[in-house]
C-alpha cells in the first residue's frame, strides 16, 4: 500500500519546531509494509492544504495528516477535509464529553474554544486520543483514504501506534520492512566500516546502513520483500554477527540506552556509582536519572566546575590543581577519589576536560577531556580528544563515561 504524509504547521517551515512526526511516521509505516512514496510539508493556509491533499490523493489515493487540529484560529486542517469531502462538520457529544473528562484530570474545565475539537466531519471515524484532547480522524470518500493525526509527538505517536496501525496493516495485506539497529560508541564510523568489512557480503536480502549522531555510530541492517519470520531470524543472525566484529563497543539493539545498560549491569554486581562532573556540568548524571530505578545504583554527584569546589567538595588537593591545571590526570584521579568517598560508594568516576570555545591551549586543546575511575582496587584515568561545539563535546564526554564505566565492569 502506498500513502503520502503532510505535515501542517507554519512553524515547521519557519524552523521553529522540529519535524519529528514524519520521522516516527516513516519507521512505523514501514515495518507494516505500508511505502511512504512523498512527504510534503504546508503551512496553515487553507488553500495549500487542499492543494496538497488533492494531489495526494489523485497519485496515491491515501494520505495522512498531522497538525490543526486544536482549538486555535490557526487549527484548520479538520474544516478544509470536511470541504474537500463535503462532509460537513457536526458537534459529538461523545467527544466532547471525553475532552471534559481528560481537562477534569487535571482539575481544569474546557474553555469555549475547544468545543471546536468535538466537531466531526459527517461520516468520519473518531480516533480516540487518550493522551490529549484533539481525536484522531479515519475518513474515506470517492477521492480515497484521509487520516488525519494531531500535531503534539505524544499523541500523534499514541495514536499512529494503536489506532492507525491495526486498521493499515488489515487494509494492506503487505510484506512488512524490517529493520533492527546495532548500537555502538567509542569507535569512529571509518573504523566501523573496517571492523565490519566483508559482513555486508554475508547480510544478503538484507542493507546495512550507518546511522552516526553526538552518541556514537548505529548500524542498522534492514529486510524487505521477506516473510516475517524469515525476516526476524535473519536480522537476529546479522546483528549477532555485527556485535561480534565490534566488540566492547556494542552495547545495545534498537532503542537501548547506554545509561540504562550501565545501570543494570552495575545492579547485577550489587555495586553503587557517584559522579564527579567538572565541563559537563551535571550531564551525566542527568543521564543516569533519565533511567527510572536509577537510585539503587547513582548515590548522586558532584558537579564541581570551579576549582574551589574541586578542594572544597572533592578533596582535591590545590597543589595539584597549581601544578597540573584541572585538565589533567592528577585532577580527574583526586576528583574520582573524592567522590567515591564522599558518598562511600563502590566506584567513582570523574570528568574534566576543555569544552570551549575558549580555553584551550597548545598542550590542552578544545576538546581535552580527561576521565578517572576510582574503585577500592586504586583508580585509573584516561584523556581522549573530542571533536565538536561545546554542546557536541559535553554530549560526547558523557557518552564516553558511560562507556568507560561499563567497560570498568
Not at 171 to 185: D, F, N, Q
Request: with cysteine; aromatic share 4%.
Amino acid at each position: 500500500m502506498d500513502i503520502e504524509v503532510l505535515t501542517i504547521g507554519t512553524e515547521l517551515l519557519l524552523g521553529f519546531t522540529l519535524d519529528t512526526n514524519a520521522q516516527v511516521i516513516g519507521q512505523t509505516l514501514s515495518a507494516v509494509g505500508v511505502r511512504i512514496v512523498r512527504r510534503t510539508t504546508v503551512d496553515d493556509d487553507p488553500r495549500r492544504i487542499r492543494e496538497a491533499l488533492e494531489r495526494a490523493l489523485a497519485q496515491t489515493g491515501a494520505v495522512l495528516t498531522t497538525g490543526g487540529l486544536g482549538p486555535t484560529n490557526d487549527d484548520i486542517t479538520k474544516s478544509v477535509v470536511a470541504d474537500l469531502l463535503e462532509c460537513p462538520l457536526e458537534f459529538s457529544s461523545a467527544v466532547w464529553n471525553q475532552i471534559v473528562s481528560r481537562f477534569a484530570q487535571f482539575g481544569r474545565t474546557p474553555s469555549p474554544t475547544n468545543r471546536c475539537q468535538a466537531e466531526v466531519p459527517r461520516g468520519a471515524t473518531v480516533l480516540p486520543n487518550p493522551r490529549g484532547t484533539a481525536p484522531g480522524l479515519w475518513m474515506e470518500g470517492p477521492p480515497g483514504l484521509i487520516i488525519l493525526l494531531p500535531g503534539v509527538p505524544r499523541e500523534m505517536a499514541g495514536l499512529l501506534r494503536d489506532e492507525v496501525v491495526p486498521r493499515l496493516k488489515r487494509r494492506s495485506g503487505e510484506t512488512p520492512i524490517l529493520s533492527l539497529t546495532v548500537r555502538t560508541t567509542g569507535i569512529p564510523e571509518s573504523r566501523l566500516a573496517e571492523r565490519v568489512a566483508g559482513v555486508e557480503e554475508q547480510l544478503p536480502p538484507l542493507t546495512l546502513a550507518y546511522l552516526p549522531s553526538l552518541l556514537g555510530v548505529d548500524l542498522r541492517v534492514t529486510a524487505r520483500a521477506l516473510p516475517e519470520v524469515d525476516a526476524r531470524r535473519t536480522l537476529e543472525r546479522a546483528a549477532a554477527l555485527l556485535e561480534s566484529c565490534v566488540g566492547h563497543h556494542a552495547y545495545g539493539r534498537d532503542q537501548d540506552d547506554l545509561a540504562a545498560k550501565v545501570l543494570a549491569t552495575f545492579a547485577q554486581s550489587g555495586r553503587t556509582l557517584a559522579v564527579a562532573e567538572s565541563c559537563t556540568g551535571g550531564g551525566l548524571g542527568w543521564r543516569l536519572t533519565e533511567i527510572a530505578g536509577a537510585s539503587t545504583v547513582f548515590l548522586g554527584g558532584v558537579v564541581a566546575y570551579h576549582n574551589k569546589a574541586k578542594s572544597t567538595l572533592l578533596d582535591v588537593p590545590p597543589s595539584a590543581l597549581e601544578t597540573h591545571g584541572a585538565v589533567s590526570s592528577q585532577v580527574a584521579e583526586g576528583m574520582a577519589i573524592g567522590v567515591k568517598n564522599r558518598f562511600d560508594s563502590d566506584v567513582g568516576l570523574a570528568i574534566t576536560g576543555v569544552a570551549g570555545p575558549s580555553g584551550g591551549s597548545p598542550d590542552r586543546p578544545v576538546g581535552t577531556v580527561w576521565f578517572a575511575v576510582a574503585n577500592d582496587d586504586g583508580v585509573t584515568s584516561q584523556v581522549v580528544q573530542l571533536a565538536g561545539n561545546r554542546h557536541e563535546i559535553r554530549i560526547r564526554s558523557s557518552q564516553f563515561a558511560l562507556h568507560l564505566l561499563l567497560d570498568s565492569l
